[in-house]
């Protein structure tokens, strides 16, 4: 007993220190990537019209970053392996911050190629090193990576509503530094995250170990070839498909940059509330055939795309593109991950670099399929390699001889694993009796099953009764009309204007002009305020139904599943 309890007290603290580490690797993967799809969306128009870049220079001045970004994944994994990881994601977040600042500052193409240059190394050391953070609670928790998509994703839509109503006031500088400040940002918290707990995996020992991760990244790369070759193939069709759309969008449709934005909303918004949701069908049903049902997906938002009528259809048909990413992009790094072991950072290193070629072939297909062929014959020869992922995928990752079922998400915390030592798992008699046996053991589980309903109290005691969710969102939405009344009485009211006005054109636009910053300011808020209290209330209603699904009868609630 005086043994077991500091155990159990050393293991509880090095899962907390573990979970403190993802979760700050998780809200740095949200604040680094918003801005870095931001800055991707809006570079090629500032490029443009900021610093006269012709068009050629802008394909130049994008394939800089790409190409960077892709050679440097393979060293990043390395380092990453190496080295103290959140180190090495600190400083590639850093320099993603020193490229935004380059491109707010940035006069001439020599500095927007260089700012270019160092966003490309910085995505390499960023991208690569999270992910194989996060790969380290894979084994105690499958959910992890669902768990980084959404946040990446909601990173990606909060900074896509913020800066392009924003940037009508402060213009792309302020757009950039703004980006460069949350990068900082993301840094400090990757600095401050706690350092990897040594835990030797179980069955090797020291010397084996080292010899394992002095493999070269040829032997990791030979491993996990079948799922690369999947994952270009893959990423070249939905890359294509994602710029004939934007094309598409921008010449078919005449939309401007922040309407082109709207249709691309949706997707985002379901990949980051879907993703950890569909991992429980992954769990349900397996990886394979979930891959398969996200291969058709997609296959079918290629086709439909071929007929969209309108921007709105296509905005709805974008959600089938959406649910398709957040089932195969978690599932694609978590086999990854597993097939890796310890080598994760040379795994990721190796998969991001396959998924940039695919993207980079894709961007070229697509400019091809524009100009040489019709929408429709575009869409349907998209569609194909998609269609044959159905099969390519599901079979990658057999190969690579995975678990097609992942373990579930754990649930509360603490309880005791239930373990027999090894004489009585080999039936060898042992010299204590069965009643010293069964009180020790009882001593030993009493402590951790006691924490486990203190744990489970506090839990019930911090979950939102359904009174208290509405009561919240009713505050919410009163205090959203008193400020709309203010900017009403003073004309400064998106909502009038979006009411009385033409609600399409000012529901994808910005707005009516301002005759200064200050009045600018306070119109865009009272814009960007109205987007957030809907996602608000979709949250919340949301949460409200679950809690009805979960009532079995009229007495309450229903314990809650932990998930």
């Given at each position: 007993?005086?043994?077991?309890?500091?155990?159990?007290?050393?293991?509880?603290?090095?899962?907390?220190?573990?979970?403190?580490?993802?979760?700050?690797?998780?809200?740095?993967?949200?604040?680094?990537?918003?801005?870095?799809?931001?800055?991707?969306?809006?570079?090629?128009?500032?490029?443009?019209?900021?610093?006269?870049?012709?068009?050629?220079?802008?394909?130049?001045?994008?394939?800089?970053?790409?190409?960077?970004?892709?050679?440097?994944?393979?060293?990043?994994?390395?380092?990453?392996?190496?080295?103290?990881?959140?180190?090495?994601?600190?400083?590639?977040?850093?320099?993603?911050?020193?490229?935004?600042?380059?491109?707010?500052?940035?006069?001439?193409?020599?500095?927007?190629?260089?700012?270019?240059?160092?966003?490309?190394?910085?995505?390499?050391?960023?991208?690569?090193?999270?992910?194989?953070?996060?790969?380290?609670?894979?084994?105690?928790?499958?959910?992890?990576?669902?768990?980084?998509?959404?946040?990446?994703?909601?990173?990606?839509?909060?900074?896509?509503?913020?800066?392009?109503?924003?940037?009508?006031?402060?213009?792309?500088?302020?757009?950039?530094?703004?980006?460069?400040?949350?990068?900082?940002?993301?840094?400090?918290?990757?600095?401050?995250?706690?350092s990897r707990p040594e835990r030797p995996r179980a069955g090797t020992d020291e010397g084996t170990a080292e010899g394992t991760a002095a493999a070269g990244l040829g032997a990791v790369g030979r491993r996990l070839r079948p799922m690369l070759f999947a994952v270009v193939l893959t990423m070249?069709?939905?890359?294509?498909?994602?710029?004939?759309?934007?094309?598409?969008?921008?010449?078919?449709?005449?939309?401007?940059?922040?309407?082109?934005?709207?249709?691309?909303?949706?997707?985002?918004?379901?990949?980051?509330?879907?993703?950890?949701?569909?991992?429980?069908?992954?769990?349900?049903?397996?990886?394979?055939?979930?891959?398969?049902?996200?291969?058709?997906?997609?296959?079918?938002?290629?086709?439909?795309?071929?007929?969209?009528?309108?921007?709105?259809?296509?905005?709805?048909?974008?959600?089938?593109?959406?649910?398709?990413?957040?089932?195969?992009?978690?599932?694609?790094?978590?086999?990854?991950?597993?097939?890796?072991?310890?080598?994760?950072?040379?795994?990721?290193?190796?998969?991001?670099?396959?998924?940039?070629?695919?993207?980079?072939?894709?961007?070229?297909?697509?400019?091809?399929?524009?100009?040489?062929?019709?929408?429709?014959?575009?869409?349907?020869?998209?569609?194909?390699?998609?269609?044959?992922?159905?099969?390519?995928?599901?079979?990658?990752?057999?190969?690579?001889?995975?678990?097609?079922?992942?373990?579930?998400?754990?649930?509360?915390?603490?309880?005791?694993?239930?373990?027999?030592?090894?004489?009585?798992?080999?039936?060898?008699?042992?010299?204590?009796?069965?009643?010293?046996?069964?009180?020790?053991?009882?001593?030993?589980?009493?402590?951790?099953?006691?924490?486990?309903?203190?744990?489970?109290?506090?839990?019930?005691?911090?979950?939102?009764?359904?009174?208290?969710?509405?009561?919240?969102?009713?505050?919410?939405?009163?205090?959203?009309?008193?400020?709309?009344?203010?900017?009403?009485?003073?004309?400064?009211?998106?909502?009038?204007?979006?009411?009385?006005?033409?609600?399409?054109?000012?529901?994808?636009?910005?707005?009516?002009?301002?005759?200064?910053?200050?009045?600018?300011?306070?119109?865009?808020?009272?814009?960007?305020?109205?987007?957030?209290?809907?996602?608000?209330?979709?949250?919340?209603?949301?949460?409200?139904?679950?809690?009805?699904?979960?009532?079995?009868?009229?007495?309450?609630?229903?314990?809650?599943?932990?998930?």
């Amino acid at each position: 007993m005086t043994e077991h309890v500091p155990a159990a007290a050393g293991a509880e603290a090095d899962a907390r220190r573990r979970q403190r580490r993802e979760g700050n690797t998780l809200l740095a993967a949200m604040l680094t990537n918003g801005p870095n799809e931001l800055i991707d969306f809006v570079l090629p128009l500032w490029a443009g019209a900021a610093i006269g870049l012709s068009a050629t220079e802008v394909g130049v001045l994008l394939a800089v970053e790409m190409v960077l970004s892709m050679v440097f994944r393979p060293v990043s994994g390395v380092l990453a392996d190496t080295f103290e990881r959140r180190y090495v994601a600190a400083a590639g977040a850093a320099l993603y911050g020193v490229s935004a600042a380059g491109y707010a500052l940035a006069q001439s193409a020599p500095a927007a190629y260089t700012a270019a240059a160092v966003g490309g190394v910085g995505g390499a050391l960023l991208w690569v090193s999270v992910r194989a953070i996060i790969s380290e609670r894979l084994a105690e928790d499958s959910a992890v990576f669902p768990r980084l998509l959404s946040s990446q994703e909601t990173g990606a839509w909060v900074a896509f509503i913020a800066g392009l109503t924003l940037i009508g006031l402060i213009d792309y500088p302020g757009v950039f530094l703004a980006c460069a400040a949350a990068c900082a940002a993301a840094a400090v918290l990757l600095l401050v995250s706690p350092s990897r707990p040594e835990r030797p995996r179980a069955g090797t020992d020291e010397g084996t170990a080292e010899g394992t991760a002095a493999a070269g990244l040829g032997a990791v790369g030979r491993r996990l070839r079948p799922m690369l070759f999947a994952v270009v193939l893959t990423m070249t069709a939905e890359s294509a498909v994602s710029l004939l759309l934007l094309l598409h969008l921008q010449r078919g449709f005449d939309l401007e940059i922040g309407e082109i934005a709207y249709v691309f909303l949706p997707g985002a918004i379901v990949m980051s509330v879907a993703a950890e949701h569909l991992h429980r069908y992954v769990v349900r049903f397996g990886r394979s055939r979930v891959l398969m049902a996200a291969s058709l997906s997609s296959a079918g938002f290629a086709v439909g795309l071929a007929w969209a009528p309108n921007p709105f259809v296509i905005a709805g048909l974008w959600i089938l593109s959406g649910l398709a990413w957040a089932a195969v992009i978690p599932i694609g790094q978590a086999v990854i991950a597993e097939a890796s072991g310890e080598q994760a950072g040379r795994g990721m290193g190796v998969y991001e670099s396959a998924r940039l070629l695919g993207a980079l072939t894709g961007s070229l297909a697509a400019g091809v399929l524009y100009d040489s062929a019709d929408w429709t014959a575009a869409c349907l020869v998209a569609a194909v390699p998609l269609l044959a992922g159905a099969v390519v995928v599901p079979r990658a990752v057999r190969r690579l001889g995975v678990a097609d079922v992942p373990p579930p998400a754990p649930g509360p915390p603490g309880r005791p694993e239930k373990r027999r030592g090894p004489a009585a798992a080999d039936g060898a008699s042992v010299p204590e009796s069965r009643a010293e046996t069964d009180t020790r053991t009882a001593a030993a589980e009493r402590e951790p099953r006691r924490k486990e309903n203190q744990r489970e109290e506090k839990r019930k005691q911090k979950q939102k009764t359904p009174r208290q969710i509405r009561r919240e969102l009713g505050l919410h939405a009163a205090l959203f009309a008193v400020a709309q009344l203010v900017l009403l009485v003073l004309g400064l009211s998106w909502m009038k204007d979006l009411l009385t006005g033409d609600f399409g054109e000012l529901l994808l636009s910005g707005g009516r002009e301002q005759d200064s910053p200050v009045t600018g300011l306070l119109y865009g808020a009272g814009r960007l305020w109205t987007f957030i209290l809907i996602a608000d209330a979709l949250w919340q209603g949301g949460r409200l139904l679950v809690l009805a699904l979960r009532r079995p009868s009229p007495e309450g609630p229903s314990r809650p599943s932990g998930d």
